[in-house]
């Protein structure tokens, strides 16, 4: 059954949210019907716009992890949420490596068994074949199966009310309604209030006037290849690191199951000119020569702060709010948790109460990721010798040991005072 939305009087007769479904076949057979009135009643295009536009408490571009966690957290408390997605179905293509933190998603998501690939122990630190260490850190995470695991968040959210419309692209924004593509028909949309979650490539920030746009230092290309006839330890990720495996960031081998991995990795374009294809092939060729490559992924992760990620009737999150840790590029968890205090906080918006978004982002999400941005910056002054040096002090610090929790204030202070040379580039962030 339609929600009633948390101001049905507002909503004009006959305009009001449509039965939740998890597509809307209805929508050409409408336009259709719609168009041969408007033809014998000779009503012009604006009207027809009008006629068929279609109003929710809140719309969320983007039905990705942050997307689906905000449409059930506001839906389950009572607004008539519209959830637009651009792909045919949720989760794919996928352009992961679907590692998740477990103490990351604690008090927000818990995660179920079926969208898990494999549970972490440990984690193994390699510089090249040669030189690795080992601990074990238990509880860490998983690596997740996100096609499974972001359609059954989408599902979630409609269960509790939502309302999903699939190969829908949203193309613009005027007056409150969102100007949706599905598959050639233009369709509008009206909101009271507006979530952008949709990635990446985010158009809704820059439609609300937010500069989002990426310089060379905040952007990470990325490339990653699914392996399958291999074998690895599918309880211990592989974080690889140094300029001749990813000149800037890391590489990554995460296990999905003891004879499959996503091994990929991230670099900085003002550490190298070459492509990560380039650096991945070479990876690939010295550990899983004989490997089967079954998908091939390349996308960019991005490394910013925003001035400002919200505005009077809309909030960003996730990827599209540049919500991705600066250092790891890891952004499930981020997703997660700002999809929850977005939709929360939407809710309060519209019974019009004061919200607590911006301050709840900065306690939960941009605190930690403000001092990671500081780290990338001083990380990415640093040369091979340094990344020498860091590998030397940690392998100290964590080889064969069993970790509970890894502190990054504590990690870095540690590398800064151990070495005079880290300390150079990097004091100012013991303050
Ligand atoms: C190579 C790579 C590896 C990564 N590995 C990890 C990892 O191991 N762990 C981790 O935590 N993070 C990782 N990340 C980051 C992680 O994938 C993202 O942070 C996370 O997916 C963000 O979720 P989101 O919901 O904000 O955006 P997304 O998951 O990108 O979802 C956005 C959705 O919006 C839809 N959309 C976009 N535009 C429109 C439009 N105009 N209209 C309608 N729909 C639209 C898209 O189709 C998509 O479904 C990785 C990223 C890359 C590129």
Redesign the pocket.
């Known amino acids: 059954m339609p929600k009633e939305g948390l101001e049905p009087s507002s909503c004009k007769a006959g305009h009001g949210p449509e039965p939740c479904a998890s597509t809307s076949s209805a929508t050409s057979a409408e336009f259709i019907i719609t168009y041969f009135i408007l033809y014998v009643k000779k009503i012009n295009r604006i009207q027809l716009y009008k006629i068929m536009s279609k109003n929710y408490d809140i719309i969320i571009?983007?039905?990705?992890?942050?997307?689906s966690m905000a449409a059930f957290t506001a839906a389950k408390l009572g607004a008539s949420v519209l959830v637009?997605?651009?792909?045919p179905e949720?989760g794919k293509p996928l352009?992961?490596?679907?590692?998740?933190s477990r103490s990351m998603v604690n008090n927000y998501l818990d995660i179920e068994p079926e969208w898990i690939s494999t549970e972490l122990s440990g984690i193994i630190i390699s510089r090249s074949d040669s030189e690795e260490f080992k601990f074990k850190y238990p509880n860490v995470g998983w690596i997740m199966n996100r096609e499974v695991f972001d359609p059954a968040l989408a599902r979630r959210a409609v269960l509790n009310g939502t309302t999903l419309k699939l190969s829908?692209?949203?193309i613009g924004i005027e007056d409150n309604e969102v100007i949706v593509d599905k598959s050639g028909e233009r369709i509008r949309y009206g909101f009271k209030f507006l979530i952008g979650?949709?990635?990446?490539?985010s158009?809704i920030g820059k439609w609300m006037g937010i500069d989002t746009r990426l310089n060379l230092y905040e952007i990470d290309p990325?490339a990653?290849y699914v392996i399958e006839d291999i074998e690895v330890d599918q309880h211990f990720a592989n974080l690889i690191l140094g300029e001749k495996y990813a000149p800037g960031a890391y590489a990554w081998i995460?296990p999905k199951s003891s004879n499959c991995a996503n091994v990929?990795l991230g670099l900085s374009p003002i550490k190298t000119k070459k492509h990560t294809k380039y650096f991945l092939d070479s990876l690939i060729r010295e550990k899983f020569p004989e490997g089967k490559i079954k998908k091939r992924?390349y996308?960019?992760?991005p490394a910013k702060i925003l001035k400002r990620y919200s505005g009077v009737n809309f909030y960003l999150?996730?990827?599209?709010a540049r919500f991705?840790d600066p250092l790891s590029?890891?952004?499930?968890?981020n997703?997660i948790k700002s999809g929850v205090i977005a939709g929360r906080n939407a809710v309060l918006r519209l019974k019009g109460k004061k919200d607590y978004f911006k301050d709840e982002i900065k306690k939960e999400i941009l605190n930690e990721i403000m001092f990671h941005y500081r780290v990338r910056k001083a990380y990415l002054k640093l040369n091979e010798r340094d990344y020498n040096e860091i590998f030397r002090i940690c392998k100290r610090v964590f080889d064969g040991h069993t970790v509970s929790d890894i502190n990054m204030r504590s990690l870095v202070k540690e590398l800064l005072l151990s070495s005079p040379r880290l300390f150079r580039v990097g004091f100012n962030l013991l303050f």
């Open positions: 571009v983007g039905a990705g992890p942050a997307g637009l997605e651009e792909h949720i352009t992961c490596a679907e590692g998740l829908s692209r949203a979650a949709d990635g990446m490539s158009n990325c990653e995460f990929g992924i996308a960019c992760i999150i996730g990827d599209a991705t590029g890891a952004g499930i968890a997703a």
